[in-house]
């Protein structure tokens, strides 16, 4: 707990202390850096997920748009249509 002392000549104030309220300030300051670290590399990581994502659905979309072509001139075949309906 805390402890009160006097402040300015006067016994039990009705605030903390001085140097109680500079430690949680700067208690909280610690707390605040290391959320802000924390939610930098949370949204790194989802930042390089959603990119390898978007890499990949760009990739599905031209195998998609391949196997349309292909399959205008001749009929897919069973492999390429399990892939499909993946």
């Known amino acids: 707990g805390s402890q009160m002392r006097r402040t300015n000549g006067k016994e ?4 903390k202390d001085l140097q109680v309220l500079q ?3 700067k208690h909280m300051q610690v707390n ?3 959320f802000a670290n924390e939610s930098e590399l949370v949204l790194r990581k989802q930042q390089t997920t959603l990119n390898k ?3 990949e659905n760009e990739t599905l979309k031209t195998d ?4 349309q ?3 205008m001139t001749r009929p897919i075949n069973s492999f390429e249509q ?3 309906d993946k």
């Not at 039990?12 to 605030?15: E, L, N, P, T």
């Open 12 to 15: 039990g104030g009705g605030g």
């Open 23 to 25: 430690n949680e300030y």
């Open 32 to 34: 605040r850096n290391a």
């Open 53 to 55: 994502l978007r890499a």
């Open 64 to 67: 998609v748009a391949r196997l």
């Open 69 to 71: 072509t292909r399959s």
């Open 82 to 84: 399990s892939q499909l």
